[in-house]
């Protein structure tokens, strides 16, 4: 087991410099159990590393996820049950699935990091969340190294959430994950209304699951900053989603404010206009800041430091609440 002393900068989209105890590929279950017998501790988990948010050095060692692996396990006329390696990338997983014409994460193209970070948070993108084509995960109790599969059900998805980012944190490495593929008869999730707008500018009115990612892809190319460009972790924080009788109170002072009904009680509030109207879109201090077009998005120019971007992204989060009274939450990891 080789245990490398380097920098996380290149092991985080912020760029973001900090140390730690080491850092340690795990290729495979057995790479895993080796470093769990060693009884060497605290551990992190790192895929991508596009979803956290580095404030200190790390008295931990980090478990540097690369166990690979696409595989169908079972199929029916209708469906593939695909096992996927939770190192895999998960835009390569994407494009895997639509060279074999299987439909379900179209909707989700393009999404920086790993296969095995997706349940975490229950990545979604244009009215699409993992959970819609979860079958199950295997993972290893990080103490007791007792290996574990959680179906659907255990895994409490919810927005931009799960048990893993709950009464499981830390606890589980994911090793790998199942998805329920469609072979034909695709459904296809066109409510967004960024996605219809790319189609109908094609000409694309019946479109396969190509056309969709293809539209996903250029919408997203045009609007978010590349990580390889400008240092960021996409979206900071999760929308908020607020009481009907709040929103009712705040339309009427800013009719402007959009809106999505989450069921008959509750509203999701786009986190973005908030931050907007809190006058820190664009916001800049030395070399961090908020993206100046997409205002969920906070920034690292290059050089900039984990500390101070937490206490920006905590400046915004207060910007925010004293003129709405709406608290919205980080959907980064901080570490
Ligand atoms: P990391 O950042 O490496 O880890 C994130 C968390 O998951 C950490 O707590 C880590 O310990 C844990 N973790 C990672 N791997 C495992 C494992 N194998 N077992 C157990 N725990 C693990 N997210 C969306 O939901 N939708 C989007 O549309 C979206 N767009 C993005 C766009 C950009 C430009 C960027 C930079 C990020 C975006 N994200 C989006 C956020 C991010 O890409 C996802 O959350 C992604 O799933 C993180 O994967 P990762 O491998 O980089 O995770
Ligand atoms: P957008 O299209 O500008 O819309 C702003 C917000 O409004 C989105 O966050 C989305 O919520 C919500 N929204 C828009 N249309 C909706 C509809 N028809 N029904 C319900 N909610 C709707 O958003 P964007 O920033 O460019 O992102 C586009 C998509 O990619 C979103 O789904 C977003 O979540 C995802 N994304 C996520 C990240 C991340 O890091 N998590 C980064 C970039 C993009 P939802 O977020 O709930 O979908």
Redesign the pocket.
Known sequence: MEIITESLRKFN?FGLDASSKGIIAINSEQDLFDFLVQGLSPA?????????LLTQDLDAYILK?NIKGIEVVDEDADQVIVKVG?GES?HQFVLWALSHNLGGLENLSL????V???P??N???YGVEQENIFHSLN?IHLDTGVRKTLFKSECKFGY?ESV?KNELY?Q???THVSYILSKRNHVLHLEYGAIKDVLLNNNITEPSIRDISDAVIEIRQSK??D?KKIG????FFKNPVIHLSQYQDLKIKYPDMPSYPVDLQTVKVPAGWLIEQAGMKGFTIGSIGVHKLQALVLVNYGGGKGKDLWQLALDVQSKVRDKFNIIIHPEV?IW
């Open positions: 989209t992190k988990i790192l895929g991508g590393g596009s979803n956290i996820n939770a998960w999404i920086p990091g790993s095995g970070a997706a975490m948070q990545i979604g993108a993972a931009r893993f830390s589980f490495f994911i978010l900053p990580p960021n972790a996409g979206s990891n």
